[in-house]
């Protein structure tokens, strides 16, 4: 039995956080968060698929790498993104500096960073913000590291679970540049399970596969994208790899949901089912396309039940479906099938009206499926994306 | 040498135009437009990829076979699109009114619809409005034309050029759902050259790879794309292949600049130039996914010069390129290199805030070079397409 518990990534036995500020938030705001361990623990994660890593993405990918961490080090506000080989060796300070300060080796620390891309970072900034942090490491202050990771975020993103035996909590941030892919923006798990890397590593992927790899907000993949776990095994439960799977993804389709909820502007969740599909790739495909096409979320916005543009979207994507297998559903009304309108007799109109709008489109040619989940188009979106300058 | 001449598709000898309302627009205003020719002429046309190709679409495709048309019926208001077998026989009933009105065979009518996808035409009132056009068919009343068949565009797009010996016209219509692939929203072109069918074929299609396919406002390819050009011969002139496709290009670029000047909710035009790639399909794929990338776009509305989402979106569609053969220019300043920032001196947000933003990538790789032009996104396009109800 799976109970929701308080605490997020402190939530699991051995693992303490803390936040730092750097001065990149004009709220004076803390922007600098200290995740540790209380001792080396195996930890896995996923990273971005965009060619241009970021600095910190790289470094992480190289610590990680033999299956071990002891701390995260997240910053707010500068990516370290398209920063070359100063950017690199800032994240490498950024490890050193944690190290230094826990007493751990910079091997051991994972680097994550969120925020403008193209800008160095200003060292004796983090330095400062790290060594304030690492001052008052605590197992009662993840809800100031969650808000801490923010950037447009509106709100924090936290949640621990206790999963029979051990407990997952995790943490995200997201609010735009949201179409994770192999990874998504930054969420930290961490666990007190006892498991070897890479059983953790294979149940991490399955886990970011069927949730943070399915949600998109505005089809931008970033450069900075990251989804650590670190497992402490302070419980001395070992669960199956399916357990931990199970568990993982509970925790990463919560989060995901929220970074959706949380999308920039976003003033409705949006499930677009497809089924009936050839194979997994073809319907992910086509409910991306149906996820990520601005008329279909400005449409969704404006309340409007224009199951055209599903029908636009989903043929633009997919270029030898036949109509004539075809059927759209709008919150569980059928509008169209079979190539031709159906006549509704529901309030179309009303069903759209709430906070949540399911969009399903069966291309009726075989027999895989996929649900993704994104937000609609609205003013605020264009008005933060607009203001949000360089 | 070229010389730019007044009159649109009428501006060619031998083609007369007229507009009749059927009702659909609000205003009133004429929303159906006749093109017919003097004679029989040698026709091409390029069309939607998109699967699900609208009624007209597929009936003009059928009737174009065999490189010989005579007239185009047009309606704005209802795309005749998801319609099934019912919008099929609808489709072939516009041709075979427009036909019997102009005294020649149905199979010589092309049909072109825009609009809302998934309703059913009310043939009367389509039937009314053919009827109103050709009892008042006219060399000089190209701009009626251009205005009928018009959606959310805000104003009418029209050119005529005299390119030494025959002329070429053009009208366009576009605003919304605009990803043209293979074609474009509806553009409808005229020329007195004398032109075999297939040798009108290639040119078109050439001159159409290297307009409309360049060009995106909101990344969706619509049902109903079309591009058609009728060659009536009239000048008894015989332009070479190169000759005819130069000068058709010149009419289908200026068309597919207008149509994204009038993108929905457009204040500035983006020319997306990326060049240095290992081919040409790489090149367009990079270019299309900064001209698609939302936060880009709401950045040029902003002002705001933010090159690290140009990178983030050149990064998510060219997986493998290496960051430090990478250039980016911003309205001819040289932003980043080698995977790292280049200090700027000049006004860069100066340089942003007109009416032209270009945005230049190398990456450095290979030789092929491409440019595609966009629009940026303001709340006007959000509120198009949030009130835009069906």
Known sequence: MVVRLEGGVCAPQGFKVAVGSCGYKRSGEPDLCLLAAEERCAAAGTFTGNAFKAAPVLVTMRNIADGYLEAVVVNAGNAN????????????????????????????????????IGRYLEMERIERGIVEAAGKLDAGRSAEAARAIMTTDTRPKEVALDCGGFRVGG???????????????????????????????????????ESFN????????????????????????????????ACLLEVCSELARAIVLDGEGATRFVTVK?????????????AMAVAESPLVKAAVFGGDPNWGRVVQAVGAAVRDVDPRGVSVDICG??????????????????????????????????????????????????????????
Do not use: Q
Request: charged residues 25%; negative net charge.
């Open 171 to 209: 943490m995200a941030k997201g609010a735009g540049m949201i179409k994770p892919d192999m990874a998504t923006m930054l969420a930290f798990l961490t666990t007190d399970a006892r498991v070897e890397p890479d059983v953790l590593a294979r149940a991490l992927r399955g886990a970011v596969e």
């Open 81 to 116: 993104a398209w920063t070359g080989e100063r950017g690199m060796r800032d994240a490498e300070a950024m490890a050193a500096v944690a190290a230094r300060e826990l007493g751990i080796r910079p091997e051991d620390v994972a680097v994550a960073s969120t925020g403008v």
């Open 214 to 245: 399915r949600i998109t907000i505005d089809g931008c993949t970033s450069t900075n994208d990251m989804v650590l776990c670190m497992a402490g095994g302070a419980s001395g439960h070992r669960p199956s790899e399916d357990e931990l799977r």
């Open 333 to 390: 009304i059928r509008v169209a099938e079979k190539g031709a309108p159906v006549e509704v007799v529901e309030d179309l109109a009303a069903a759209v009206s709430g906070k949540d709008v399911a969009l399903e489109v069966s291309l009726g040619r075989g027999e895989a499926e996929v649900e993704v989940w994104t937000c609609d188009l609205s003013y605020d979106y264009v008005r933060i994306n607009a203001e949000y300058h360089t």
């Open 274 to 286: 497809v089924s009936g599909a050839a194979d997994a790739h073809e319907a992910k495909l086509a």
